[in-house]
Structure formats: C-alpha cells, structure tokens
C-alpha cells in the first residue's frame, strides 16, 4: 500500500514551535529535515541555523548535546521490528557518529512536525518505517556533519575540505587536531545548513549493512523496557471492560451488587455501551467484572452469521467492479481463449498481539495524560481532545514500546473507551482489556472473495481479469486512499503484480459485511491479492503442463529481473525439483510487496486424516539496502510464523451477531513445535530499501497451499486449509 496523496498544508510552524515540541532545553544542535508533503515556512533564528527562506516542515530531529551525545526524536513508533535502531544506524552513518552515543526518544504527537513522508501523517505501518525515511535521516546526519566539520573548520581557521569526521569527532587531516561533537555543537548550531548536503556513496557505509545489535534489546532482556501496560502513574487504578458482545448492541441494566462488596473493588462505570469495573488491582477488576448481571440491548444486528457475510460477499462479487488497472484488451482475449476461472477467500482475522488493549489516562477539568503504544500519534491526541473536550495544547501523550501492533493499534477505539471511563474516575486509571475482550471487539481483517479469469497462450498468460471484493478499509481510515471506487490498499499488489502478461483487467468491488469493524491486519492488502494470484498461478501452470518455477521465471525474467533472481536463489537454496516421501510437496510464492522482492518455497506433507506439517520455508529477498541484516532476518522469520499461523488456524466466525472465538484455545496460534525451520538468505542490492515487516507474513500462505496442491493435488481455495477437505471427506 503506497499512498501517494498530499495532505493540507499545515500551520506555519516556528523556530520556538519545532524547539519546545521536539527536544528539552540545554543547548546544542538541533536539526530537522523537510517532508515533501510540507510547505510550511518556518521564522529563521539569526543564528542561521535554519534555512533563511523556501518551505520547511521537519518530521525528525537530530540533538547533539555539549556532552556529544546524539539523541533522534523518533516519529516512528517500535513494536519489535527494529525501527528505533534502524533509524539510529541511517542517523549515524551519515552522522559519523559513534553508535554507541546514539539514543532515541519517542516524538510527541504532530502530523505538521513528524508526518510519515509516505502518507503525510504520523503513523507507523505499511512496512515504510525505513524506506519512507531513507532519505531524509541520510540528508539530516549528513547537514549535521557538515556543519559541525564547518564550525570546526572556522575555530582552526582551516579549509573545511581538509578536514574529515570519523566516530563523533571532526579531524584536520594535516595537523590531526581533532574536536569532539559535543565541543562543537554550540558553534554548528550557528552555521548554516547545506543546501545539498552530500550523502556518502554505499560503498563507504561503515554501520549500515552490520548486523548490529539492537538498541531495544538490554532493557527487554533485563525487565527495564516499558510498554503500555507497564504504566504505573501515582494512585492509579485498574479497570476491566465489557462490551455488549453482539456488534453495535448496548446496555440495557446492570445489577452490580455482587460486584460491590469483592474486596479492591471502588467503582462501576456504566456508559450506554460497554460496562467498566474499576478496583485496586487487576484481579479486582476482572473478578468485579465477572460478577455482574449485565442485560444487554442486542440492537438490530443479532442476526448477522458468517453464512450470511459469504452470501453477501459472492453475491457482490458477480457484480462488475471500478477498474483498477487496464492493460492491453483483457475482455477479447478471454473470449478467444479457453478460459480458466477460480475462486478464492480469506477470512475475517483477529489482531491478538500478545499485549493485549490497554490505555492509562488520568482527565482533570484542566488537561489530560495518556500513556498507551500507539501506532498513531497525533490521531492519540485528537482522539482525546474530541472526547474531553479539551485543546491540544493540554492533552499530553506518553507513547510507550508496543507488544505487538500488526495493525490494531492503528485504531484508536480502545483509548476512546479508555477516556470515557476515565472521565468517571477521580485520579489515573488503566484500563485493560482482557484477552476474550481483545478478540471479539477488535477490527478485523476483511474476509475477501477474489474472482480470477485467465486463458493461455504458447505456455504464457495472455488474458487476466482479477475481480476483488471486500471492504475499503481506506475509506474510513484514510479517505484520500479510497478514489473512483478503488480502495488502493484492497488492490495492492494486483495492479502491480510482477508478470508480464499482455492482456490485463482488474477491478475492486467494495462490499461492506454488516455491522463488523474492519481494519488493517499485518500484510495488509497483498495478504489477499498474493494468495489468490499465486495459488492461480500454480493452477494454470500445471493446466500449461509446466513446472510453477519455470512458468513463473517465463513471466518475470524480461520485467521484473529482481523478483527473477529472488526466485533462482530460493529454488536452489530450497532443493527445488529434488525427491521427495508421498504425500509431501513443495510450494512456491512470488511477490512484489512493500518495494521488495520476495520469493518463498515450503516444504509440507500431510497425512491421510488432513493435517498438515510444515517442514521447512526458505526465502530470498531482495529488499534493496539491507540496513540491518539481522533485523530483516528475524521480520522475515516472524512474519512467516504469522502467516503460517492464519493459514492453518487463522479464522473468526459469526453466530447471532457474536464473535465465537475468545482467546488462544479457539483462536489458535502456531506452537513451537509446529514451528519449521526457516531459512532466510538476503541478495546483496545497491537499491533503496523496502519494506520487510509484512512480507513473510503475506508469503507463508500461498507457498504452503501450492505445496499442499504438490503434495496432495487439491488446489484449496480458501483460507484456514480445512482438513476435512484435505482428508477427502468433504469437497473443495
């Protein structure tokens, strides 16, 4: 999901505005660096240190105290894919920076100061953390380091061409004098900043591309890290919620007597729409919860089931969708062919990262504080200011390290809930959600219904019509994403799917299901998009009579030579073509996502009673300039594991208007001894980064259903696999 779309300008920002907002008082250098997306002109301190005219937005900054320590206020937010130390490696590098000076601090809401340069806004997501970002740190480390080699230069009275920065030290080559950073950083911050600053060449990176170890790690080891849950504001309390558990109901009454005399609890809060326990600790809160009599008001939506949302979806599904992407005469060559038709669906998911909801808040008639992991920032602190009615100026986010996001924490309904209780509470309360509460009042995955038509031509694709149908998370998220009936995201990675066919259609249907909030879940888009076109791919393949990598390599070589390459290596490194036992196989998966390129072949057998095994996954990716190895490794490793996951369990079902899944029993995870071994091997590239953080988790499934397909010859079209079908006792 690229968006490219410019946002309102903002409010013209001043020097006062980006120093007070983005780092504390004290001295030193401070740097920002320009977003495309801004066009504010920012006053210009007579000290020089910003541009003296032309537009000016920063989205991060650079701090370099007296002391020569290197702090990045950091727009991004970590939830365990190496961002924070990412960041701090592009910084450094061009920064020439000793890397154990760097430091990073979470940013303050503000879309004007630290908006993703990819989408205009503060937001963490869409595997664009690095890649939105590559530039503008590289451009910011390396203004920093002129100008500190500058004013180092003037104190020597030297050319600043004779001198050079090494390892937070600026050195004159002639005399080997040498000027610590933070010796220099009140006299940078009066020169002027280059106009072009000069970015080093790849080739002389001395961090970027180490497996360098990870910023966030000793404090996660060592117990010192914080997350949202582990917020501990003076005189806190607990709360637990209920929502009324069948979507869009309310409460209708509430007998708490029970309830009152558990020792610990002090307060229930009843709101038109969900039920709140507050006590002195958790297990007050949750036990208080659970003595309630609730009667709840089911409203008009009792009736929804999952039979009727896959009635609804394949009803829509026939209909013609807005065009997405035209190439060539689609429709023509279909008639003239033999065309071939499949059908594939995905399920509604649920989030469940281990961290479960959670928002701290304490709200005073004069100002309000949040502590919570959030993937968005300043949508936080609009979110509080709408529900207490209070300026911006008096609403104070505290953004912690997230347990997991993977899209849920991209929504901001559990911290509206957060702050309607804490409205009702004297003094700080935090409200978590228990994992039953988590699952069935989340934001789901879309279920999806893709229709594709295909007909072949000398042992190649020649006609293509991709039919999407789902809901356009777009169009509620981000509305500029939803244009012409096209949600961007819906059809993200089938408008720029990577073969070369000559005859090209598709098309998104939106279809909302009734009543179930849906929402980014990680892989987004091309979660649906890959696993219907590979899975097709395999299918025409073996109707072509040819093996799927080389049907596949006949389609990339010529346009997408990186894809082409991925592929080789992971047939080669996997044994691809090799013997295998009965009943096991071996499944490829191609895909452009996130601007990497990624090719991936498991290994699976499965029994005769339909369970499957996964053996082994191996990848290869080219996702441009590896910044951290080791980080890109352990994504790729993480997001197969997920995918794996939803593609043998991943499901939520619908009775009467409920969610049926309620935690880890019923909505199952993949457990360490169904883990395969995962073998990652990353091509060396010169380009600029992609994404990685979704990647492996849009790449399991596919690969395990066509190896599945080698194994077993039933080409599955829907997800979770069912065993029943794989066992023959029930049908495709």
Same mark, same amino acid.
Request: aromatic residues 6%.
């Given at each position: 999901?690229?968006?490219?779309?410019?946002?309102?300008?903002?409010?013209?920002?001043?020097?006062?505005?980006?120093? &007070?907002?983005?780092?504390?008082?004290?001295?030193?250098? *401070?740097?920002?660096?320009?977003?495309?997306?801004?066009?504010?002109?920012?006053?210009?301190?007579?000290?020089?240190?910003?541009?003296?005219?032309?537009?000016?937005?920063?989205?991060?900054?650079?701090?370099?105290?007296?002391?020569?320590?290197?702090?990045?206020?950091?727009?991004?937010?970590?939830?365990?894919?190496?961002?924070?130390?990412?960041?701090?490696?592009?910084?450094?590098?061009?920064?020439?920076?000793?890397?154990?000076?760097?430091?990073?601090?979470?940013?303050?809401?503000?879309?004007?100061?630290?908006?993703?340069?990819?989408?205009?806004?503060?937001?963490?997501?869409?595997?664009?953390?690095?890649?939105?970002?590559?530039?503008?740190?590289?451009?910011?480390?390396?203004?920093?380091?002129?100008?500190?080699?500058?004013?180092?230069?003037?104190?020597?009275?030297?050319?600043?061409?004779?001198?050079?920065?090494?390892?937070?030290?600026?050195?004159?080559?002639?005399?080997?004098?040498?000027?610590?950073?933070?010796?220099?950083?009140?006299?940078?911050?009066?020169?002027?900043?280059?106009?072009?600053?000069?970015?080093?060449?790849?080739?002389?990176?001395?961090?970027?591309?180490?497996?360098?170890?990870?910023?966030?790690?000793?404090?996660?080891?060592?117990?010192?890290?914080?997350?949202?849950?582990?917020?501990?504001?003076?005189?806190?309390?607990?709360?637990?919620?209920?929502?009324?558990?069948?979507?869009?109901?309310?409460?209708?009454?509430?007998?708490?007597?029970?309830?009152?005399?558990?020792?610990?609890?002090?307060?229930?809060?009843?709101?038109?729409?969900?039920?709140?326990?507050?006590?002195?600790?958790?297990?007050?809160?949750?036990?208080?919860?659970?003595?309630?009599?609730?009667?709840?008001?089911?409203?008009?939506?009792?009736?929804?089931?999952?039979?009727?949302?896959?009635?609804?979806?394949?009803?829509?599904?026939?209909?013609?969708?807005?065009?997405?992407?035209?190439?060539?005469?689609?429709?023509?060559?279909?008639?003239?062919?033999?065309?071939?038709?499949?059908?594939?669906?995905?399920?509604?998911?649920?989030?469940?990262?281990?961290?479960?909801?959670?928002?701290?808040?304490?709200?005073?008639?004069?100002?309000?504080?949040?502590?919570?992991?959030?993937?968005? &920032?300043?949508?936080?602190?609009?979110?509080?200011?709408?529900?207490?009615?209070?300026?911006?100026?008096?609403?104070?986010?505290?953004?912690?390290?997230?347990?997991?996001?993977?899209?849920?924490?991209?929504?901001?309904?559990?911290?509206?809930?957060?702050?309607?209780?804490?409205?009702?509470?004297?003094?700080?309360?935090?409200?978590?959600?228990?994992?039953?509460?988590?699952?069935?009042?989340?934001?789901?995955?879309?279920?999806?219904?893709?229709?594709?038509?295909?007909?072949?031509?000398?042992?190649?694709?020649?006609?293509?019509?991709?039919?999407?149908?789902?809901?356009?998370?777009?169009?509620?998220?981000?509305? *500029?994403?939803?244009?012409?009936?096209?949600?961007?995201?819906?059809?993200?990675?089938?408008?720029?799917?990577?073969?070369?066919?000559?005859?090209?259609?598709?098309?998104?249907?939106?279809?909302?299901?009734?009543?179930?909030?849906?929402?980014?879940?990680?892989?987004?888009?091309?979660?649906?998009?890959?696993?219907?076109?590979?899975?097709?791919?395999?299918?025409?393949?073996?109707?072509?009579?040819?093996?799927?990598?080389?049907?596949?390599?006949?389609? *990339?070589?010529?346009?997408?030579?990186?894809?082409?390459?991925? *592929?080789?290596?992971?047939?080669?490194?996997?044994?691809?073509?090799?013997?295998?036992?009965?009943?096991?196989?071996?499944?490829?998966?191609?895909?452009?996502?996130?601007?990497?390129?990624?090719?991936?072949?498991?290994?699976?057998?499965?029994?005769?009673?339909?369970?499957?095994?996964?053996?082994?996954?191996?990848?290869?990716?080219?996702?441009?300039?590896?910044?951290?190895?080791?980080?890109?490794?352990?994504?790729? &490793?993480?997001?197969?594991?997920?995918?794996?996951?939803?593609?043998?369990?991943?499901?939520?079902?619908?009775?009467?208007?409920?969610?049926?899944?309620?935690?880890?029993?019923?909505?199952?995870?993949?457990?360490?001894?169904?883990?395969?071994?995962?073998?990652?091997?990353?091509?060396?590239?010169?380009?600029?980064?992609?994404?990685?953080?979704?990647?492996?988790?849009?790449?399991?499934?596919?690969?395990?259903?066509?190896?599945?397909?080698?194994?077993?010859?039933?080409?599955?079209?829907?997800?979770?696999?069912?065993?029943?079908?794989?066992?023959?006792?029930?049908?495709?």
């Amino acid at each position: 999901m690229t968006v490219h779309v410019a946002p309102k300008s903002p409010k013209p920002l001043s020097r006062r505005t980006i120093l &007070q907002t983005g780092a504390a008082a004290g001295g030193g250098l *401070l740097l920002g660096f320009q977003s495309p997306f801004a066009a504010a002109a920012i006053p210009n301190a007579t000290d020089g240190a910003m541009p003296e005219t032309g537009p000016f937005a920063p989205d991060a900054f650079i701090r370099i105290d007296r002391a020569g320590r290197v702090s990045l206020i950091m727009p991004q937010a970590e939830m365990g894919q190496g961002v924070y130390t990412a960041h701090a490696m592009i910084i450094a590098e061009e920064l020439d920076a000793a890397f154990d000076t760097v430091s990073v601090q979470a940013s303050p809401p503000s879309d004007a100061l630290y908006g993703n340069p990819i989408f205009g806004i503060q937001a963490t997501g869409n595997s664009n953390s690095v890649r939105a970002f590559w530039t503008k740190l590289r451009q910011a480390g390396a203004s920093a380091r002129a100008m500190l080699v500058e004013a180092a230069a003037t104190q020597w009275k030297v050319d600043p061409a004779s001198c050079t920065a090494s390892n937070s030290e600026v050195i004159h080559t002639a005399s080997g004098r040498k000027l610590a950073y933070g010796a220099l950083a009140d006299a940078a911050a009066k020169v002027s900043p280059p106009a072009k600053p000069v970015l080093k060449n790849p080739k002389d990176f001395k961090l970027i591309g180490k497996p360098l170890k990870r910023l966030d790690t000793p404090d996660k080891v060592n117990g010192n890290a914080l997350y949202g849950i582990d917020m501990m504001p003076a005189g806190v309390k607990f709360a637990t919620i209920a929502a009324c558990p069948v979507f869009g109901g309310k409460v209708a009454h509430v007998d708490d007597s029970a309830a009152k005399v558990i020792p610990g609890v002090r307060q229930i809060v009843v709101l038109d729409d969900l039920v709140a326990v507050v006590g002195d600790h958790m297990w007050a809160a949750k036990t208080g919860l659970s003595a309630l009599t609730i009667t709840w008001d089911e409203g008009p939506n009792a009736h929804v089931d999952s039979a009727t949302v896959w009635k609804d979806i394949k009803a829509a599904s026939e209909q013609e969708g807005a065009v997405a992407k035209t190439v060539g005469d689609a429709k023509k060559a279909l008639q003239d062919g033999d065309a071939i038709e499949a059908h594939y669906e995905l399920p509604f998911l649920a989030h469940a990262p281990m961290e479960p909801i959670n928002c701290t808040v304490h709200v005073r008639p004069d100002g309000c504080d949040v502590w919570v992991g959030t993937q968005v &920032q300043a949508r936080t602190q609009a979110i509080a200011a709408k529900v207490t009615g209070l300026p911006f100026a008096k609403i104070t986010l505290h953004n912690q390290l997230l347990g997991g996001g993977f899209g849920r924490r991209l929504e901001v309904d559990g911290i509206e809930k957060a702050l309607r209780v804490g409205q009702k509470v004297d003094g700080p309360v935090k409200v978590v959600y228990t994992r039953e509460e988590d699952i069935q009042h989340d934001a789901y995955r879309p279920v999806y219904y893709d229709r594709i038509t295909a007909t072949l031509k000398d042992g190649r694709i020649d006609g293509w019509n991709h039919r999407i149908t789902g809901s356009s998370i777009m169009a509620r998220w981000f509305p *500029l994403g939803f244009s012409h009936g096209v949600d961007i995201d819906g059809v993200d990675s089938a408008i720029d799917e990577p073969y070369d066919i000559p005859n090209m259609r598709v098309e998104f249907v939106r279809h909302e299901p009734p009543a179930v909030s849906t929402g980014f879940w990680r892989g987004v888009g091309p979660n649906n998009n890959v696993f219907a076109i590979e899975s097709f791919i395999d299918e025409l393949a073996k109707k072509a009579g040819r093996d799927p990598v080389d049907f596949r390599l006949a389609m *990339l070589a010529k346009k997408t030579p990186r894809l082409a390459a991925a *592929l080789k290596l992971a047939a080669q490194k996997s044994g691809w073509g090799s013997p295998l036992p009965p009943r096991t196989g071996r499944g490829v998966a191609v895909q452009v996502s996130f601007a990497s390129f990624i090719a991936t072949i498991a290994e699976v057998e499965v029994d005769r009673e339909g369970h499957v095994r996964v053996h082994r996954i191996t990848s290869a990716v080219d996702t441009g300039i590896a910044v951290n190895p080791d980080s890109i490794v352990a994504q790729l &490793q993480g997001g197969l594991i997920f995918g794996t996951t939803a593609a043998l369990y991943g499901e939520i079902t619908i009775d009467k208007g409920r969610v049926q899944q309620s935690n880890f029993n019923n909505y199952r995870m993949l457990r360490i001894d169904e883990t395969p071994a995962i073998d990652v091997h990353l091509i060396e590239s010169g380009e600029a980064p992609g994404g990685i953080g979704e990647t492996g988790t849009t790449a399991a499934p596919p690969a395990l259903r066509n190896a599945i397909y080698a194994a077993t010859g039933i080409p599955l079209r829907r997800l979770p696999f069912d065993r029943e079908v794989l066992a023959g006792r029930k049908r495709v």
